[in-house]
């Protein structure tokens, strides 16, 4: 337990026990789940919960700033078990509180209590603070909402700025490592709703907050305030950053090697380039590369007529997430005896998918294939820069 400012106070939990995050993207370090105490001279309220695995923590943390009694308002920015699950618990032992979602929640998910719905922009007095709830949907759910407290500037934005890793007092001391975080929480559970985090980075910046709140990861305040505010706008418009990514299976070398030329080819042009192995490389990770990079390149082995496994699903899931619309893609593919580029071409449909070089033992790739393919990947770059 924290105070933030006047009226606030932060009630963090580390979860160090989940190994995958919504069994899928893996917690290395664990996860915070931060929930929020205001406290009025009219009546206190609870922003969000945490997940039922840490509720009797969560719940012994409230207690030592607020009496059961009152709290007036638990309010529910997002539905997702992780904010959501010890609603029940709280609500148990809070006999006045009603439950605050969006319309939208409200009308989508089953709660229990007494449910107070909320429109964009509505507000709630806690005597000399105020609530103001303001929409941000799909900002990971339909349902999802911020919550603002203009006396203290302070956002309450759950998933929007999260991170992955266990901070239990709510700040970071290596940087650099966080962000890596809450680029990873970025490409893995807001990537694909890009369009409506830009709607809400819009919102978010207009209340021109003095300390943004979120769900998982740090509090934010001066300069990581307006940096994680200025990355996010990169991120949701997946900004070209300056690089080339190469996204390769191989099986016994010979894709390897191509690759391995056209890693150097453009290393000896200066152009900032990553290759990264699908077979070993954690999916959250190669999808924090994907984000941001200018053009990128897939080479694989044909596998039972078909793309190689770990590069079809890993293509299937980042164009899903939308991280690969609008960029510049260009296929290396090889087979034994038939080549799988109507298969890769059916898997990109839709996407910008420039060119698909196919090559086999009989049927070599021309020497100067990958020299041309770099020159022209280096174009994209300077054209971008
Ligand atoms: C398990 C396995 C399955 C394969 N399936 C096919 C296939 O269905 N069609 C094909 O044309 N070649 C197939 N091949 C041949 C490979 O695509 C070809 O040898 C390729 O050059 C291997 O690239 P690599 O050395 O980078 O692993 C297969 C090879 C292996 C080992
Ligand atoms: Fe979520
Ligand atoms: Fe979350």
């Not at 990861?217 to 070209?240: F, M, P, T, V």
Request: glycine share 6%.
């Amino acid at each position: 337990m924290k105070q933030i400012s006047e009226h606030l106070f932060a009630v963090p939990v580390v979860d160090e026990e989940t190994d995958l995050f919504e069994s899928l993207w893996p917690l290395d370090d664990g996860v915070n789940y931060n929930a929020y105490v205001v406290r009025g001279t009219d009546g206190a309220a609870i922003i969000d919960t945490v997940h039922e695995s840490l509720s009797d923590e969560f719940l012994s943390a409230v207690f030592q700033v607020v009496r059961p009694e009152e709290i007036k308002y638990v309010v529910v920015n997002h539905m997702e078990p992780d904010h959501s699950s010890s609603l029940s618990q709280l609500l148990e032992k809070a006999p006045n509180a009603k439950v605050v979602i969006s319309q939208t929640g409200a009308t989508l998910f089953s709660l229990p209590g007494d449910v107070l719905p909320v429109r964009d922009g509505d507000t709630l007095s806690l005597g000399d603070v105020t609530l103001r709830f303001v929409h941000t949907p799909w900002t990971h759910w339909p349902e999802t909402m911020v919550t603002f407290v203009p006396e203290d500037r302070v956002v309450f934005t759950c998933d929007l700025f999260g991170a992955y890793g266990a901070y239990p007092d709510l700040s970071a001391d290596d940087w650099d490592a966080y962000l890596l975080e809450a680029r990873r929480y970025y490409v893995t559970v807001l990537s694909k709703y890009a369009r409506f985090v830009s709607a809400a980075l819009g919102k978010v910046r207009a209340l021109q907050p003095k300390i943004i709140a979120p769900g998982h990861g740090i509090l934010y305040s001066g300069e990581r305030l307006e940096q994680i505010l200025d990355l996010y706008g990169g991120w949701a418009e997946n900004k070209a950053e300056g690089r080339i990514l190469i996204l390769y299976g191989s099986m016994y070398g010979s894709v390897y090697s191509k690759v391995d030329s056209l890693v150097h080819a453009l290393e000896s042009m200066g152009v900032t380039v990553d290759a990264l192995d699908l077979s070993r490389e954690d999916w959250s990770y190669a999808m924090t590369f994907v984000l941001g990079a200018d053009a990128v390149v897939v080479a694989y082995p044909t596998y039972d007529a078909d793309v190689f496994p770990p590069v079809r699903f890993f293509l299937e899931t980042v164009k899903d997430k939308g991280l690969l619309a609008g960029k510049p893609i260009y296929v290396i593919e090889a087979h034994g005896w038939a080549s799988s580029e109507q298969k890769i071409r059916a898997l990109l449909d839709g996407l910008d998918v420039r060119e698909v070089f196919s090559f086999s033992a009989k049927q070599p790739l021309p020497l100067d294939a990958i020299g041309a393919l770099a020159q022209k990947l280096a174009g994209i770059v300077q054209q971008h820069a």
